[in-house]
């Protein structure tokens, strides 16, 4: 079994070596990275870190990972996970202790639930509806990003 913080390196070689498909942002400093753990009160596991600080935000279409970043339009405002996070926290009553890292049309909103870290500091990634009773979760798609990124970026380039 992958480790998610060995799956994120291989999302990263998967992304560098499919640039012809894949788009990536430039990456984000520690300081960025604070940021938006701070705004959302939340903090990110080593998987998603390590995928965020080298790319911010990337892509295998379809598949989409907002990862976190910034547009000149948008100047200093962060847009990504943290944006999502707080917006559903607002608009769908998404439970403070979900961080979304990608909306999806099939799985709806993936999330991360912090409050269940494994030994890795990863946390699993689920389903989530705000329209299913008892939270909204759906159901258990992977033990880490890590993993469920190298998962939606191999089915994509199959």
Known sequence: MTSGLQAAE???DL???NEDLAHHGDGCSAEVIARAEAEMALAFPPSYRRLIEE???WDIP???FPGVYRTPAGGEELL???AYTLEDRAQMGLPHHFLVVMHDDVLGVVVLDTSRPDQNGEYPVFAWNPGVPDGGLMEKVADSFG???LDECRQKLS
Do not use: D, K, L
Request: aromatic content about 12%; glycine content about 12%.
């Open 55 to 57: 790319f911010g935000t």
């Open 15 to 17: 992304v560098r070596e």
């Open 147 to 149: 993993e469920f990124a």
């Open 80 to 82: 990504g996970s943290s």
């Open 62 to 64: 379809p598949a989409e």
């Open 10 to 12: 291989q999302v990263i």
